[in-house]
Protein backbone atom coordinates (compact mmCIF):
# COMPACT_ATOMS: atom_id res chain seq x y z
CA UNK A 1 0.00 0.00 0.00
CA UNK A 2 0.80 3.40 -0.63
CA UNK A 3 -1.11 6.54 0.94
CA UNK A 4 -3.80 7.26 -1.79
CA UNK A 5 -3.18 10.80 -2.74
CA UNK A 6 -5.82 10.90 -5.75
CA UNK A 7 -9.18 9.00 -6.10
CA UNK A 8 -11.54 7.94 -8.97
CA UNK A 9 -13.86 10.03 -7.58
CA UNK A 10 -16.83 12.16 -8.99
CA UNK A 11 -19.70 12.94 -6.12
CA UNK A 12 -23.15 12.78 -7.43
CA UNK A 13 -26.68 12.82 -5.79
CA UNK A 14 -29.77 11.57 -7.65
CA UNK A 15 -33.11 13.01 -6.38
CA UNK A 16 -35.96 11.17 -6.84
CA UNK A 17 -38.89 13.69 -6.67
CA UNK A 18 -41.13 11.02 -7.05
CA UNK A 19 -40.28 9.55 -3.54
CA UNK A 20 -40.44 12.75 -1.88
CA UNK A 21 -42.91 13.61 0.71
CA UNK A 22 -42.06 17.21 1.87
CA UNK A 23 -41.03 16.51 5.23
CA UNK A 24 -37.88 18.66 5.66
CA UNK A 25 -36.11 16.25 7.51
CA UNK A 26 -33.33 17.27 5.14
CA UNK A 27 -33.07 20.27 5.71
CA UNK A 28 -33.14 19.65 9.50
CA UNK A 29 -30.15 17.57 9.55
CA UNK A 30 -28.13 20.01 7.54
CA UNK A 31 -28.62 22.49 9.41
CA UNK A 32 -27.57 20.68 12.38
CA UNK A 33 -24.76 19.19 10.82
CA UNK A 34 -23.35 22.16 9.05
CA UNK A 35 -23.08 24.87 11.52
CA UNK A 36 -25.92 26.74 9.77
CA UNK A 37 -27.02 29.63 11.42
CA UNK A 38 -30.48 29.30 12.31
CA UNK A 39 -33.28 31.74 10.55
CA UNK A 40 -35.89 33.33 11.99
CA UNK A 41 -39.01 34.59 10.69
CA UNK A 42 -37.43 37.82 10.63
CA UNK A 43 -34.59 36.75 8.27
CA UNK A 44 -37.16 34.62 6.34
CA UNK A 45 -39.30 37.86 5.51
CA UNK A 46 -35.96 39.84 3.84
CA UNK A 47 -35.23 36.61 1.41
CA UNK A 48 -31.80 36.37 3.24
CA UNK A 49 -32.41 32.29 5.05
CA UNK A 50 -29.61 30.46 5.02
CA UNK A 51 -30.99 26.62 3.74
CA UNK A 52 -27.85 24.82 1.77
CA UNK A 53 -30.77 22.39 0.83
CA UNK A 54 -34.44 23.59 0.56
CA UNK A 55 -37.65 21.84 -0.21
CA UNK A 56 -39.59 24.28 -2.54
CA UNK A 57 -43.12 23.92 -2.59
CA UNK A 58 -45.48 24.40 -5.72
CA UNK A 59 -48.92 24.30 -5.64
CA UNK A 60 -50.98 22.36 -8.57
CA UNK A 61 -54.34 22.95 -9.93
CA UNK A 62 -57.15 24.86 -8.81
CA UNK A 63 -59.27 24.12 -5.36
CA UNK A 64 -60.56 21.26 -4.56
CA UNK A 65 -58.31 19.53 -7.08
CA UNK A 66 -55.22 20.83 -5.08
CA UNK A 67 -51.90 18.57 -5.42
CA UNK A 68 -48.74 19.62 -3.58
CA UNK A 69 -45.62 19.29 -5.35
CA UNK A 70 -42.20 19.24 -3.54
CA UNK A 71 -38.22 19.30 -4.85
CA UNK A 72 -35.50 19.51 -2.62
CA UNK A 73 -32.63 21.54 -3.87
CA UNK A 74 -29.39 21.68 -3.32
CA UNK A 75 -26.41 23.14 -5.04
CA UNK A 76 -25.85 21.38 -7.59
CA UNK A 77 -22.09 21.52 -8.21
CA UNK A 78 -22.28 22.84 -11.63
CA UNK A 79 -19.98 21.01 -13.45
CA UNK A 80 -19.49 23.96 -15.73
CA UNK A 81 -20.26 26.25 -12.63
CA UNK A 82 -21.14 30.02 -13.52
CA UNK A 83 -20.43 30.77 -9.83
CA UNK A 84 -16.83 29.69 -10.24
CA UNK A 85 -15.25 32.70 -13.23
CA UNK A 86 -16.94 35.31 -11.58
CA UNK A 87 -15.07 34.83 -8.29
CA UNK A 88 -11.86 37.48 -7.99
CA UNK A 89 -10.28 35.43 -5.35
CA UNK A 90 -10.55 32.15 -6.53
CA UNK A 91 -12.43 31.12 -2.71
CA UNK A 92 -14.58 28.83 -4.89
CA UNK A 93 -13.32 26.40 -7.57
CA UNK A 94 -13.95 22.73 -8.91
CA UNK A 95 -11.42 20.18 -7.24
CA UNK A 96 -10.48 16.77 -8.57
CA UNK A 97 -13.44 15.28 -7.12
CA UNK A 98 -16.56 16.98 -8.67
CA UNK A 99 -17.14 19.11 -6.27
CA UNK A 100 -17.87 22.77 -6.18
CA UNK A 101 -15.85 23.71 -3.49
CA UNK A 102 -15.84 27.16 -1.10
CA UNK A 103 -12.72 28.21 0.67
CA UNK A 104 -14.45 30.34 3.65
CA UNK A 105 -10.79 32.13 4.60
CA UNK A 106 -10.51 33.27 1.09
CA UNK A 107 -14.22 34.27 -0.07
CA UNK A 108 -14.07 38.16 0.29
CA UNK A 109 -17.64 38.57 0.21
CA UNK A 110 -18.19 40.38 -2.90
CA UNK A 111 -21.07 38.27 -3.48
CA UNK A 112 -20.46 37.67 -7.73
CA UNK A 113 -20.75 34.18 -7.00
CA UNK A 114 -24.67 34.24 -5.80
CA UNK A 115 -25.36 36.71 -8.19
CA UNK A 116 -24.19 34.23 -10.74
CA UNK A 117 -25.88 31.59 -9.60
CA UNK A 118 -28.92 30.45 -11.42
CA UNK A 119 -30.23 27.99 -8.62
CA UNK A 120 -29.82 30.50 -6.21
CA UNK A 121 -27.94 27.96 -3.98
CA UNK A 122 -24.96 30.40 -2.40
CA UNK A 123 -25.89 31.95 0.88
CA UNK A 124 -24.26 35.21 2.06
CA UNK A 125 -23.85 35.81 5.62
CA UNK A 126 -25.07 39.36 6.47
CA UNK A 127 -24.83 38.80 10.30
CA UNK A 128 -22.59 37.33 12.40
CA UNK A 129 -24.43 33.79 13.18
CA UNK A 130 -25.72 33.31 16.81
CA UNK A 131 -26.57 30.70 18.74
CA UNK A 132 -28.56 30.19 21.64
CA UNK A 133 -26.27 28.97 24.80
CA UNK A 134 -28.87 25.65 24.50
CA UNK A 135 -27.38 25.16 21.27
CA UNK A 136 -23.65 26.06 22.04
CA UNK A 137 -22.41 22.29 22.36
CA UNK A 138 -24.08 21.52 19.18
CA UNK A 139 -22.15 22.87 17.21
CA UNK A 140 -20.46 20.31 14.57
CA UNK A 141 -16.14 20.61 15.30
CA UNK A 142 -15.68 19.13 11.81
CA UNK A 143 -16.97 22.38 10.21
CA UNK A 144 -15.88 26.03 10.01
CA UNK A 145 -19.10 28.36 11.77
CA UNK A 146 -19.10 30.95 9.00
CA UNK A 147 -18.66 34.79 10.12
CA UNK A 148 -20.35 37.77 8.76
CA UNK A 149 -19.40 39.34 5.60
CA UNK A 150 -18.92 35.04 3.20
CA UNK A 151 -20.35 32.87 1.28
CA UNK A 152 -21.52 29.69 2.02
CA UNK A 153 -23.52 26.67 0.32
CA UNK A 154 -24.02 23.38 -0.26
CA UNK A 155 -20.19 20.94 0.41
CA UNK A 156 -22.00 17.47 -0.49
CA UNK A 157 -21.03 17.00 3.59
CA UNK A 158 -17.35 17.05 2.47
CA UNK A 159 -16.33 16.47 5.51
CA UNK A 160 -17.72 13.16 5.75
CA UNK A 161 -16.13 12.43 2.17
CA UNK A 162 -13.16 13.38 3.65
CA UNK A 163 -13.64 11.21 6.89
CA UNK A 164 -14.50 7.99 4.44
CA UNK A 165 -11.33 8.52 2.66
CA UNK A 166 -9.35 8.43 5.43
CA UNK A 167 -10.77 5.62 6.73
CA UNK A 168 -10.60 3.80 3.17
CA UNK A 169 -6.64 4.81 3.22
CA UNK A 170 -6.37 3.16 6.84
CA UNK A 171 -8.01 -0.08 5.88
CA UNK A 172 -6.39 0.09 2.45
CA UNK A 173 -9.53 -0.20 0.03
CA UNK A 174 -11.45 1.81 -2.14
CA UNK A 175 -14.39 4.24 -0.54
CA UNK A 176 -16.94 1.49 -0.41
CA UNK A 177 -20.62 2.53 -2.34
CA UNK A 178 -22.92 3.71 0.22
CA UNK A 179 -20.37 3.17 2.85
CA UNK A 180 -21.36 7.14 3.80
CA UNK A 181 -23.99 9.53 2.86
CA UNK A 182 -24.10 13.49 3.70
CA UNK A 183 -26.56 14.71 6.33
CA UNK A 184 -29.82 15.02 4.00
CA UNK A 185 -29.10 11.92 2.24
CA UNK A 186 -28.73 10.13 5.73
CA UNK A 187 -31.75 11.54 7.19
CA UNK A 188 -34.12 10.98 4.22
CA UNK A 189 -37.04 8.36 5.03
CA UNK A 190 -38.20 7.92 2.02
CA UNK A 191 -34.88 7.20 0.00
CA UNK A 192 -35.35 10.24 -2.31
CA UNK A 193 -31.94 11.39 -2.42
CA UNK A 194 -29.66 8.76 -3.48
CA UNK A 195 -25.39 9.66 -3.42
CA UNK A 196 -22.19 8.36 -4.31
CA UNK A 197 -19.51 7.98 -6.73
CA UNK A 198 -21.26 8.55 -10.40
CA UNK A 199 -17.19 7.63 -11.40
CA UNK A 200 -18.22 4.16 -10.44
CA UNK A 201 -20.37 2.03 -13.07
CA UNK A 202 -21.65 -0.18 -10.43
CA UNK A 203 -22.74 2.47 -8.07
CA UNK A 204 -26.27 2.88 -6.95
CA UNK A 205 -26.48 6.99 -8.25
CA UNK A 206 -24.68 6.06 -11.49
CA UNK A 207 -27.34 3.17 -12.13
CA UNK A 208 -30.08 6.26 -11.72
CA UNK A 209 -28.34 8.65 -13.49
CA UNK A 210 -27.89 7.15 -16.42
CA UNK A 211 -28.43 9.01 -19.34
CA UNK A 212 -31.30 6.78 -20.71
CA UNK A 213 -33.26 6.78 -17.46
CA UNK A 214 -37.07 7.60 -18.21
CA UNK A 215 -37.61 10.05 -15.66
CA UNK A 216 -34.42 11.83 -15.84
CA UNK A 217 -33.58 15.86 -15.76
CA UNK A 218 -31.91 18.37 -14.58
CA UNK A 219 -32.51 21.84 -13.10
CA UNK A 220 -32.30 24.09 -15.77
CA UNK A 221 -30.44 22.25 -18.39
CA UNK A 222 -30.42 24.71 -21.11
CA UNK A 223 -28.64 26.79 -19.26
CA UNK A 224 -25.51 24.38 -19.64
CA UNK A 225 -24.28 24.43 -16.03
CA UNK A 226 -24.11 21.04 -16.29
CA UNK A 227 -25.36 20.10 -13.01
CA UNK A 228 -23.95 17.18 -10.60
CA UNK A 229 -27.31 16.51 -9.21
CA UNK A 230 -29.68 14.19 -11.30
CA UNK A 231 -33.63 14.70 -10.81
CA UNK A 232 -36.01 11.68 -11.33
CA UNK A 233 -39.19 12.69 -12.81
CA UNK A 234 -42.65 12.83 -10.51
CA UNK A 235 -44.89 9.86 -11.71
CA UNK A 236 -48.09 10.86 -11.33
CA UNK A 237 -50.61 8.53 -11.65
CA UNK A 238 -53.81 11.70 -11.94
CA UNK A 239 -52.48 12.89 -15.14
CA UNK A 240 -52.37 9.58 -16.74
CA UNK A 241 -56.40 9.15 -15.97
CA UNK A 242 -57.05 12.66 -17.61
CA UNK A 243 -55.25 11.95 -20.26
CA UNK A 244 -57.52 8.52 -20.56
CA UNK A 245 -60.43 10.66 -20.00
CA UNK A 246 -59.54 13.49 -22.59
CA UNK A 247 -60.78 16.19 -19.93
CA UNK A 248 -59.17 18.75 -16.95
CA UNK B 1 11.27 73.67 18.53
CA UNK B 2 13.12 71.75 15.21
CA UNK B 3 14.77 69.19 17.57
CA UNK B 4 11.56 68.59 19.73
CA UNK B 5 9.68 67.56 16.51
CA UNK B 6 12.49 65.76 15.16
CA UNK B 7 12.70 63.53 18.40
CA UNK B 8 9.03 62.84 18.59
CA UNK B 9 8.96 62.03 14.83
CA UNK B 10 11.73 59.41 15.21
CA UNK B 11 10.29 58.23 18.20
CA UNK B 12 6.79 57.32 16.50
CA UNK B 13 8.42 55.94 13.64
CA UNK B 14 10.18 54.06 15.80
CA UNK B 15 7.25 52.70 17.96
CA UNK B 16 5.30 51.99 14.55
CA UNK B 17 8.44 50.22 13.12
CA UNK B 18 8.28 47.86 16.41
CA UNK B 19 4.47 47.26 16.84
CA UNK B 20 4.55 45.90 12.64
CA UNK B 21 7.74 43.97 13.77
CA UNK B 22 5.49 42.37 16.59
CA UNK B 23 2.72 41.16 14.70
CA UNK B 24 4.41 40.15 11.74
CA UNK B 25 6.59 38.15 13.67
CA UNK B 26 3.77 36.56 15.67
CA UNK B 27 1.71 36.20 12.59
CA UNK B 28 4.51 34.51 10.43
CA UNK B 29 5.87 32.43 13.50
CA UNK B 30 6.10 32.70 16.87
CA UNK B 31 5.65 35.81 19.20
CA UNK B 32 8.46 37.74 20.61
CA UNK B 33 8.65 36.33 24.45
CA UNK B 34 7.68 39.05 26.02
CA UNK B 35 4.88 40.61 28.20
CA UNK B 36 3.90 36.99 28.58
CA UNK B 37 3.09 36.29 24.84
CA UNK B 38 5.40 33.60 24.40
CA UNK B 39 5.06 32.26 27.50
CA UNK B 40 3.02 28.67 27.46
CA UNK B 41 -0.91 28.93 29.01
CA UNK B 42 -0.97 28.17 32.28
CA UNK B 43 -2.88 24.91 33.14
CA UNK B 44 -4.56 24.12 36.31
CA UNK B 45 -2.70 21.04 37.61
CA UNK B 46 1.25 21.46 36.82
CA UNK B 47 1.80 18.42 34.69
CA UNK B 48 4.82 17.36 33.45
CA UNK B 49 5.48 15.68 30.48
CA UNK B 50 9.50 15.21 31.96
CA UNK B 51 7.95 12.75 34.70
CA UNK B 52 5.33 10.85 32.38
CA UNK B 53 7.88 10.72 28.97
CA UNK B 54 11.80 10.52 30.76
CA UNK B 55 11.62 8.83 33.59
CA UNK B 56 8.42 6.65 33.67
CA UNK B 57 8.88 6.01 29.56
CA UNK B 58 5.41 5.88 28.51
CA UNK B 59 4.60 6.62 25.00
CA UNK B 60 2.97 9.06 23.87
CA UNK B 61 0.18 7.17 22.69
CA UNK B 62 -0.79 5.26 25.87
CA UNK B 63 -2.50 8.54 27.05
CA UNK B 64 -3.09 10.66 23.51
CA UNK B 65 -4.74 6.61 22.42
CA UNK B 66 -6.43 8.31 19.78
CA UNK B 67 -4.26 9.95 17.84
CA UNK B 68 -3.77 6.88 15.10
CA UNK B 69 -7.40 6.62 14.41
CA UNK B 70 -9.12 10.16 14.85
CA UNK B 71 -8.94 13.46 13.90
CA UNK B 72 -7.77 14.87 17.64
CA UNK B 73 -4.86 13.20 19.62
CA UNK B 74 -7.16 13.59 22.77
CA UNK B 75 -6.17 14.26 26.20
CA UNK B 76 -6.54 11.27 28.81
CA UNK B 77 -9.87 11.46 30.75
CA UNK B 78 -9.49 12.20 34.28
CA UNK B 79 -10.54 8.19 34.89
CA UNK B 80 -7.26 7.40 32.85
CA UNK B 81 -5.00 9.43 34.84
CA UNK B 82 -6.27 7.48 37.75
CA UNK B 83 -4.98 3.56 36.27
CA UNK B 84 -1.82 5.20 37.76
CA UNK B 85 -2.45 7.92 40.46
CA UNK B 86 -4.55 5.82 42.68
CA UNK B 87 -1.28 3.97 43.64
CA UNK B 88 1.26 6.93 42.73
CA UNK B 89 0.14 9.27 44.94
CA UNK B 90 3.88 11.82 44.52
CA UNK B 91 3.92 11.44 48.11
CA UNK B 92 4.97 8.33 48.68
CA UNK B 93 2.41 7.40 51.38
CA UNK B 94 -0.68 5.58 50.09
CA UNK B 95 -3.42 8.02 50.33
CA UNK B 96 -1.48 11.23 51.16
CA UNK B 97 -1.34 12.76 47.53
CA UNK B 98 0.57 16.26 46.86
CA UNK B 99 -0.52 19.37 46.43
CA UNK B 100 -0.90 18.69 42.23
CA UNK B 101 -2.12 15.26 42.58
CA UNK B 102 -4.58 16.20 45.11
CA UNK B 103 -6.33 18.46 42.49
CA UNK B 104 -6.75 15.30 39.92
CA UNK B 105 -7.81 12.67 43.10
CA UNK B 106 -10.60 15.78 43.91
CA UNK B 107 -11.35 15.66 40.31
CA UNK B 108 -11.75 12.06 39.83
CA UNK B 109 -13.72 11.76 43.65
CA UNK B 110 -16.10 14.52 42.05
CA UNK B 111 -16.58 13.04 38.77
CA UNK B 112 -15.59 16.62 36.79
CA UNK B 113 -13.34 17.27 33.98
CA UNK B 114 -10.18 18.50 34.08
CA UNK B 115 -10.48 22.05 32.36
CA UNK B 116 -6.84 21.68 30.33
CA UNK B 117 -5.81 25.30 28.35
CA UNK B 118 -5.38 24.51 24.88
CA UNK B 119 -1.55 24.80 24.03
CA UNK B 120 -1.12 24.26 20.58
CA UNK B 121 -3.28 26.44 17.79
CA UNK B 122 -3.68 26.39 14.17
CA UNK B 123 -4.41 29.17 12.50
CA UNK B 124 -8.46 29.77 11.93
CA UNK B 125 -10.33 27.62 9.28
CA UNK B 126 -8.33 24.61 9.58
CA UNK B 127 -9.85 21.22 10.45
CA UNK B 128 -6.60 19.19 10.73
CA UNK B 129 -6.49 15.23 11.49
CA UNK B 130 -3.95 13.65 13.30
CA UNK B 131 -4.78 10.12 11.91
CA UNK B 132 -3.76 10.85 8.20
CA UNK B 133 0.02 12.14 9.34
CA UNK B 134 0.16 9.22 11.70
CA UNK B 135 -0.33 6.48 8.81
CA UNK B 136 2.01 8.09 6.45
CA UNK B 137 4.94 8.81 8.90
CA UNK B 138 4.66 5.40 10.38
CA UNK B 139 4.50 3.64 6.36
CA UNK B 140 7.75 1.77 6.30
CA UNK B 141 9.84 3.30 3.54
CA UNK B 142 9.53 0.75 0.91
CA UNK B 143 5.50 1.51 0.83
CA UNK B 144 6.38 4.90 -0.11
CA UNK B 145 5.68 6.03 3.98
CA UNK B 146 8.45 7.30 6.35
CA UNK B 147 9.10 4.85 8.32
CA UNK B 148 9.31 6.23 11.92
CA UNK B 149 7.76 4.90 15.23
CA UNK B 150 4.16 6.17 15.89
CA UNK B 151 5.74 8.43 19.23
CA UNK B 152 8.69 9.40 16.87
CA UNK B 153 6.02 11.27 14.73
CA UNK B 154 4.78 13.65 17.40
CA UNK B 155 7.65 16.00 17.55
CA UNK B 156 7.90 16.42 13.82
CA UNK B 157 5.31 19.44 14.53
CA UNK B 158 5.56 19.13 18.54
CA UNK B 159 9.19 19.22 19.39
CA UNK B 160 10.49 17.49 22.00
CA UNK B 161 7.59 17.34 24.36
CA UNK B 162 8.99 14.25 26.52
CA UNK B 163 11.43 16.91 27.60
CA UNK B 164 9.11 19.87 28.52
CA UNK B 165 8.02 20.74 31.76
CA UNK B 166 5.10 22.84 30.88
CA UNK B 167 4.31 22.44 27.23
CA UNK B 168 4.52 25.03 25.09
CA UNK B 169 3.98 25.27 21.20
CA UNK B 170 7.47 25.87 19.76
CA UNK B 171 9.03 26.58 16.27
CA UNK B 172 10.02 23.52 14.86
CA UNK B 173 12.19 23.74 11.79
CA UNK B 174 14.24 20.60 11.76
CA UNK B 175 13.95 17.62 13.43
CA UNK B 176 16.46 14.47 14.02
CA UNK B 177 14.67 11.06 14.10
CA UNK B 178 16.41 8.10 14.30
CA UNK B 179 19.51 9.56 12.44
CA UNK B 180 17.78 11.28 9.63
CA UNK B 181 16.51 14.71 9.40
CA UNK B 182 13.15 15.84 8.26
CA UNK B 183 11.63 19.31 7.75
CA UNK B 184 9.90 20.20 10.95
CA UNK B 185 6.50 21.67 10.86
CA UNK B 186 7.80 25.25 11.91
CA UNK B 187 5.46 27.43 13.33
CA UNK B 188 2.22 25.33 12.66
CA UNK B 189 0.94 28.12 9.79
CA UNK B 190 -0.54 27.34 6.58
CA UNK B 191 3.14 27.58 4.50
CA UNK B 192 4.76 24.98 6.76
CA UNK B 193 2.00 22.81 5.92
CA UNK B 194 1.76 23.10 2.39
CA UNK B 195 5.62 22.93 1.85
CA UNK B 196 5.37 19.63 3.71
CA UNK B 197 2.64 18.48 1.74
CA UNK B 198 3.89 18.98 -1.72
CA UNK B 199 7.33 17.46 0.08
CA UNK B 200 5.59 14.29 0.39
CA UNK B 201 3.33 14.68 -2.53
CA UNK B 202 0.69 14.79 -0.28
CA UNK B 203 -2.74 16.33 -1.59
CA UNK B 204 -2.88 20.11 -1.53
CA UNK B 205 -6.43 20.64 -2.30
CA UNK B 206 -8.25 23.43 0.14
CA UNK B 207 -10.94 21.99 0.73
CA UNK B 208 -8.47 19.01 2.56
CA UNK B 209 -7.90 21.46 5.31
CA UNK B 210 -10.21 24.33 4.63
CA UNK B 211 -14.09 22.79 5.20
Redesign the interface.
Given at each position: ???R??WDHKWSMVVDIDRCTGCQACVVACQAENNVPINTEDIFKQSRAIEWIRIERYWEGEFPDVKARYLPAMCQHCGNAPCEPVCPVYAT?H??EG?N?Q????CIGTRFCANNCPFEMRFFNWWQPVWPESLRNQLNP???VRNRGIMEKC?FC??RI?RAE?TA??EERDVKDGEFAPACVQACPTGTLVFGNSNDPNSRVAQLMKSDHPRRYRLLEHLGTEPNVVYLKKVDPYLKEEAHNGSH | MKILVAVVGLASVALVVLVAAFVLRAWFGAPFDVLGFGAPPAQPIAFPHTKHVQDAGINCLFCHRNVT?G?AATVPAVEQCMFCHKVITGTGQAGQYSTELAKLKQASDNKEPINWERVHRMP??V?F?H??HL??FT?PKD???VGLEAAQVCQVCHGDVGSMTVVQQVVVNEVQVGGTVLRGGGALKMADCVNCHRQY???T????C??
Open positions: MTVTEYNDLVVYNRDVTTVQRRIQ | TKDHRAEPTFLKGGSAPDCVIHH
